[in-house]
């Protein structure tokens, strides 16, 4: 019988190696008051080398448009993606996708701002493991302008055994209802939706038609991203 080698097994284990999505945290945090927001004490889930910690931020605020400028996870400095959309001067929605691999279990989620009061902020925290959320294979988001709508269709590619990941945030309380994005969670925010989900694994798809409808017409926010499989 052919022995095998030591380094064929690990690296057989490693390219086979489970991945997974888990949702570990999950907070909100009313409006007011000056930049940084700060999730205190929140957790991540056990860290590793291919192991990410995801921060699904959904903003909300009725009186002025701000931006995210920076986001800490676990005091490591995050990649991240942001949609926001409002007039400038009255109701604005936001999210952002932003994902770092810290070397803790727990610890603080920092928001800092530019330009405006802190908006009310929401948090999903996702650990997910054996996708390389380095750089995403595509991206999606509604123009930074003033969005409204009963729902909104975004074109984003996949890829095979890849990850499909994305939020929306709307002013007004109705359901949320996907299509071609499973939701993993929905809650009211005062006057504002948030919704989110994620698919894995997914197929090798070009311009996969991702979009949400509710029952009545809102200011939105949406964004997806997609990712490879290490």
């Known amino acids: 019988m052919a022995s095998i080698s030591f380094q064929a097994i690990v690296g057989t284990y490693a390219r086979s190696a489970v991945a997974s999505v888990e949702q ?3 907070r909100s945090k009313q409006g007011g008051g000056s930049s ?10 056990a860290p590793g080398p291919r192991v990410w ?3 699904l ?3 909300y605020d009725v009186t002025n448009e701000p931006s995210i400028s920076g986001v800490t996870i676990g005091g490591v400095s995050a990649l991240r993606q942001v949609d926001h959309t409002g007039n400038g001067a009255g109701s604005a929605t936001g999210i952002c996708i932003a994902r770092a691999q810290p070397s803790v ?16 902020m929401s ?21 930074d302008v003033e969005q409204n709508g009963a729902g909104k269709t975004l074109n984003i590619d996949t890829v095979a055994d890849g990850l499909l990941i994305g939020g929306a945030c709307k002013r007004n309380t109705n359901n949320i209802t996907w299509t071609n994005l499973t ?17 894995h694994p997914t197929v090798l798809q070009s311009n996969r038609a991702v ?14 991203q997609s990712f490879p499989k290490y």
Do not use: C, K, Y
């Open 24 to 26: 570990t945290d999950i």
């Open 36 to 45: 940084p927001n700060t999730f205190a004490s929140v957790t991540f889930g």
């Open 53 to 55: 910690s995801v921060a």
């Open 57 to 59: 931020l959904h903003q």
């Open 105 to 120: 279990s727990s610890g603080s989620v920092v928001i800092t701002w530019t330009g405006s009061p802190r908006p009310a």
């Open 123 to 143: 948090l999903v925290m996702l650990r997910v493991v054996g996708f390389d959320l380095t750089t995403p294979s595509d991206e999606a988001q509604l123009p």
């Open 183 to 199: 939701e993993q969670g929905e809650d009211t925010q005062g006057s504002h939706t948030r919704s989110w989900g994620w698919d």
């Open 211 to 224: 979009s949400f409808t509710s029952t009545s017409s809102a200011l939105v926010s949406m964004l997806l």
